[in-house]
């Protein structure tokens, strides 16, 4: 691999998500990657204790995915699909519908989870007005969900910090569900907790406030990562379920995340037996290898839109120009056989056990104030420090980078998330190093 020069200016890119004065005041750069770690530009490996950003779910690198992506850049490096199509993007749909509940079996392709959520709502709205319920427009979503950085999406989120700095522009036809986190009833639960399932009955008195017909759907993350790992209480999401049909308004699972065997099943729905009528979807749908989003709909959805009108018309305007990119197609065929190839699916569900007793084997370190997981993920949530919320937190990412493992972090919890192909030895690393570190964090 040929090595390139230090970047020493760091000022043109305005990094996202970033405290950017932070960063590049003492900037962390990675420079390659194999399997489970990261190379940095000064020459030290870093264990991936968090797959990258939850989505490279197959390991750095994989042979497999890069040959497909190069051999696809040197054929054809990109086709429209408006209006054209090339063999690839059909090819990756069906390869994703054969992994998604039953009847969820029509793609619709975009390049990010927040465009995959953006897409969704308007799949939503377009289905009511499709089968004369046009007055269906508010959609429900949840405090502290975290559904991308698009419009649609921030007004369904509920984080307050994303939602801020744009709040008079948001969506007006929204509300929001209770979030289902609750420490003094749940602390250091162990896959879901035991109580709370009763918050879903917050969704009937929305229900009666803004009258069903004029809801079109609620969103929830089956698992919610990015807001700190907050896991389903027993039963909740099956209480949605059966509130939303009741009402006949649309359940969407925002699947970001949870999707392609963090849980150890190719879907959260399938982990949890509970089957949405749209199902979002990026990350690890092609081990992030380019950037690829999509949409899961029911067939009934799909077949209300495109039938409502004249054979020869547009049915859904919505679309993207790299939607069903050729060398993300490609990443995503070659990364869904490789899933299937080394049922890394399984694997995760096998492994799953281990990861959870090494997470909960830290209930006694140094300000840990919470542990919770479920599958291959976990959260362990610190005390914060009096006047400084998050700071903890970022200190101990900070000094676990130092020490050689990248891991997540969001207010004052520590975000776990591994490539599926991790080892024992390598859990017990990641959670020990965050042992070491938190003794040292004041």
Not at 43 to 50: A, N, Y
Not at 122 to 142: D, M, P, S, V
Request: aromatic share 8%; charged share 20%.
């Amino acid at each position: 691999m040929t090595s390139r020069p230090v970047i020493e200016d760091l000022s043109s890119f305005w990094m996202p998500f970033t405290a950017n004065r932070q960063f590049k005041s003492a900037p962390r750069l990675l420079q390659s990657a194999k399997g489970m770690y990261y190379q940095t530009t000064d020459g030290r490996e870093i264990l991936d204790g968090c797959a990258g950003l939850w989505c490279v779910n197959a390991g750095h690198c994989r042979d497999e995915i890069v040959a497909a992506v190069q051999k696809q850049v040197a054929t054809m490096d990109f086709a429209p699909t408006f209006q054209m199509g090339h063999p690839l993007a059909f090819e990756a749909a069906s390869k994703v519908a054969e992994l998604m509940p039953a009847g969820l079996d029509r793609i619709f392709f975009t390049n990010s989870g927040s465009e995959s959520v953006d897409t969704a709502l308007k799949i939503a709205l377009a289905y009511h007005r499709a089968r004369g319920e046009g007055q269906r427009t508010r959609l429900i979503g949840r405090e502290r969900g975290y559904h991308g950085v698009g419009f649609g999406g921030i007004s369904v989120g509920g984080i307050g910090p994303n939602r801020k700095a744009y709040s008079g522009a948001l969506l007006p036809s929204v509300d929001h569900l209770p979030h289902t986190h609750n420490i003094d009833k749940n602390a250091f639960s162990k896959g879901q907790p035991a109580w709370g399932a009763h918050l879903a009955d917050e969704l009937e008195r929305l229900v009666a406030l803004h009258d069903p017909s004029t809801i079109a759907a609620v969103i929830v993350e089956p698992v919610a990562g990015s807001t700190g790992v907050l896991i389903p209480p027993q039963g909740y999401l099956q209480k949605l379920r059966e509130i939303c049909t009741k009402h006949g308004i649309l359940l969407v699972f925002d699947e970001v995340i949870t999707g392609f065997g963090r849980l150890g099943k190719a879907t959260a729905s399938e982990y949890f037996g509970v089957t949405p009528d749209l199902l979002t979807m990026a990350k690890a749908i092609n081990n992030a290898a380019i950037p690829m989003g999509a949409v899961a709909a029911s067939r009934t959805i799909h077949d209300t839109i495109v039938n409502a009108g004249a054979a020869n018309a547009i049915e859904l305007f919505h679309g993207y120009t790299y939607s069903a990119h050729p060398a993300a197609a490609a990443a995503s065929i070659a990364t869904l056989d490789l899933y299937k190839r080394e049922g890394l699916f399984e694997r995760a569900a096998a492994m799953a056990p281990t990861f959870e007793a090494a997470a909960h084997s830290l209930r006694d370190a140094k300000h840990v104030k919470d542990i919770r997981n479920l599958g291959m993920v976990a959260g362990i949530e610190l005390e914060p420090r009096d006047g400084a919320p998050s700071a903890r937190a970022y200190e101990a990412f900070v000094k676990c980078f130092e020490a050689g493992v990248l891991v997540r972090y969001t207010s004052d919890i520590l975000a776990f998330s591994p490539p599926l192909i991790v080892e024992e030895a390598q859990i017990a690393k990641i959670f020990d190093t965050v042992r070491r570190v938190l003794a040292t964090v004041e």
